[in-house]
């Protein structure tokens, strides 16, 4: 959970800067200060690519 919608969005943006897609859930789909980011991951990421998103989740500040 990120919490505002600019902060959000702006994680959004940073992690798409480092080749990950990661979408800011904004309101209506949830209350007001709870925004966040949903990542999915399946069957067809490797390790690797599970590094390379932990990576990009530490710029995420």
Same mark, same amino acid.
């Given at each position: 959970?990120?919490?505002?919608?600019?902060?959000?969005l702006r994680?959004?943006?940073?992690?798409?800067?480092?080749?990950?897609?990661?979408?800011?859930?904004?309101?209506?789909?949830?209350?007001?200060? !709870?925004?966040?980011?949903r990542? !999915?991951?399946?069957?067809?990421?490797?390790?690797?690519?599970?590094?390379?998103?932990?990576?990009?989740?530490?710029?995420?500040?």
């Amino acid at each position: 959970m990120i919490g505002g919608e600019r902060e959000a969005l702006r994680a959004s943006e940073v992690l798409k800067d480092h080749g990950v897609l990661a979408r800011a859930i904004r309101p209506p789909s949830v209350p007001p200060g !709870t925004c966040r980011i949903r990542l !999915t991951a399946c069957a067809g990421h490797s390790p690797a690519d599970l590094e390379i998103v932990a990576a990009a989740l530490e710029q995420v500040s």
